[in-house]
Structure formats: C-alpha cells, structure tokens
C-alpha cells in the first residue's frame, strides 16, 4: 500500500466547514472500542473534543501528531507524541499517547513508519527517550509490534492510573 506520512496541521483541527478528517480520527478511534466515552458520545461530541484536543496540540511545541494518508489522502492512522521534561533525565523525554491504525489496513508498514517519523522527530530534538504503554492483551503486544520495532519492555515498572472522574479510562 501506498502511504504518506505528514505532520497534522492547524487546518485539520479548525476545519468546520469540512470535518471529515476529525470524523476520520473518530472513526479509527471508534472502531478499536476501547473507549467508553467515545462509543457512548455522538459522532458529533466526539469529533469536537477530538478537535479540541488537536488544537490543544498545536497551541504549542510540546505535542506532535502525525497523520498516514493513503493515495486518496484519506487518513488511515495517526500517532501522538508529548514532549516531556523529566527533572532525573539529563535530556527531555517523548511519551507516545496514541498510535492508532484503520484495521483494515494493518500489517502493512504504517505503524512502523510512524514510529520512525516520531523517532527521527526525537532525534533532532535531542531528547533521551522515548516511551509508551501498550496493554498486554493487545493485539500489537501480543505479536511484539514494538519489540520487533526496538523497543524494550520495562519488566520492573508498574504503570497507574488515578481516575479523576468518571470519563478516565
């Protein structure tokens, strides 16, 4: 398959008159139904909060999203990065918040590239790391998508959560 990958612009998160790549986000976001508030919130809910978090992004160079395009510039993934600074690093860190691919068109190199776009972007920023959380009964951790990707598994850190309210995952 044929994809292109490019930062997500200002235009995509302000697109009123044309909302359908925020109704792509919600889309491929939807159809994972992991998420309690997007499969119960309206289409239209949904793709405003997802708008509101694009914007949220773009107010400042602490987040990078990255779009995949197939040949007809339908988006058919994203990843999300926040910039972090952690005071015991001696260089910033990245956490990956989401990397997201349609399933119909998985397997075919996109989340790969997408992560090497975000570690490129890692790179030149001169930061020291780069993490995420990948939930053990997912299907990508289940066939070590990450791992055959580079990555390595903190065996010894326990990852938690506290749920502010009821909308917390």
């Known amino acids: ?49 997802i708008q509101q978090h694009i914007a949220s992004c773009h107010a400042n160079d602490s987040h ?30 990245g956490y990956i918040s989401e990397l997201f691919i349609q399933e119909a ?21 001169g930061y020291s790391v780069l993490m995420l959380l990948n939930h053990k009964e997912r299907e990508s951790y289940q066939r070590e998508f990450y791992r055959k990707q580079g990555w390595i598994e903190r065996e010894t850190v326990a990852n938690f959560i506290y749920p502010c309210n009821e909308r917390s995952p």
Request: proline share 2%.
């Open 105 to 125: 068109v998985r397997g075919q190199g996109i989340g790969k590239t997408l992560l090497a776009t975000v570690i490129s972007e890692a790179e030149s920023r």
């Open 64 to 93: 990078s999203i990255y779009v995949a395009g197939n040949r007809e510039s339908h988006v058919i993934g994203y990843v999300a990065v926040h910039w972090l600074p952690c005071l015991f690093l001696p260089k910033l860190q």
């Open 1 to 49: 398959m044929n994809f292109t990958i490019r930062k997500a612009k200002e235009s995509d998160a302000h697109a009123m008159s044309n909302d359908k790549l925020l109704r792509i986000y919600a889309q491929i976001i939807r159809e994972l139904g992991w998420f309690a508030w997007v499969n119960s919130t309206s289409s239209e809910d949904a793709i405003k909060q």
